[in-house]
């Protein structure tokens, strides 16, 4: 077991005027995790994303990531060079609305292709090669390589836009509701995928999400959040099994079952 | 024999915080030990903690008070308190769980699903296919089933999809939660003859069975539970 984690998150805090979006928050997560955030919209669980992934620098705390040449850094001491460079090589950061992450004026392959182009790819065939592979591996047809992302459905977009994230092999990577704005046959698809991804490339992963099935199916811990709070934290299946909280034991009740 | 989990004291009461805070104490310095090669059997009406002292042993249930200790790579770990990543360390390495109900993962064949916590250890893929082959064979599923997804399987069938994942890998500690609940008699007798190998080899079992006949064959020690108001009264 790795003793170090790779992403140390403490007492971080953000407010909008008045108004405290999340406060006091911290969790580490080690090399191999995948984390779920739940919570009610509201419950602060997208700015505690956007704070510990560079988007947004929070009023109190720290975000520590471990880079790969000098350990545990706050990111939020690095210059904003670096910080890109981190969020375009070792970080991915998969939008709810694949539009938001995708060029859509582009072409499918150039968006894979692309952020291989910004971490030095130079060399076009290969460059184009491994745009091919990394369609194969999201289950989109290459022949549709040359189309925009406009012509694709809303799963294929979502897919396209991980295969994006993933072709840089970044270590660590934040989901905002991944499959929230997916019809349920495609959100199944999707899921598997995302697990089968994680597992085989040992990705470590943040996922904001409020469908706690989807924090069941591919998270090995789970937050709570409620009004800005982490009010709950433990393995998944804790959490969900024998919640403690009120608001957790509120939440899990209230779940439909299929 | 070597000891391999040690409870004491260990004391499970749950709140229920929207049926006006009731509390409910389920289990009340429970005491157990369970060795290698030793089945020990649960056993007490319903309500008497069986279930609750079985996956307060997983870490799936948090306990209030008492020790949970564990032999967990050549030391002693206390499930109670250690950390979600040691937890999931001991649920990778040393302890597997069969429970009543296979969580169906969509659209996964159920040959992967079996084979999934080999390829999770490291084990090869065509390694672990062979033995996820071999135990969906001696388990009765039919082979057209195998590269299917099992969410239309019957319930047995999803029963035994569950035990061949849970008994793909060998653990030095395995959790059984009624794995022959809904088995017909032929596969109830698989799965015993599959408790007795593990036991024999050396694995410390601790399990739920309501079926007389399988938990007289199994069981090697008996460990009676019961509900906790009689337990005081």
Redo the contacts between chains.
Sequence with gaps: MSTLPLLRVQGVGKRYGERSACHDTAFELYPGEIIAVAGESGSGKTTLLNCISGRMRPDAGRVEFATRESGLQDIYALSEPRLRLLARTDWGYVHQNARDGLRVNVSAGANVGERLMAVGGRHYGRIRATTVEWMRKVELDPERINDLPTTFSGGMQQRLQIARNLVTHPRLLFMDEPTASLDVSVQARLLDLLRELTRTLSLSAVIVTHDLAVARLLAHRLIIMKQGCMVEAGLTDQVLDDPQHPYTQLLVSSVLQA | MEPMIRVSGLTKT?????QHGAKLRVLAGVALCVGSSECVVLHGPSGSGKSTLL?SLY????VQQGQILVRHRDNWLDMARAT??E???VRRVTMGYISQFL?V????PALDIVSEPLR?AGVADALAEKRAQELLGRLNIPKKLWSLPPATFSGGEQQRINIARGFAKTFPILLLDEPTAALDAGNRSVVAEMIEEARTAGTAIVGIFHDDEVRNRVASRIYALNPYEEAIA
């Design positions: 749950f709140v229920l915080h929207h996956r870490a799936n249930y948090r979600p990543r937890l999931l360390d969580r993962i969509p659209r996964v999770a």
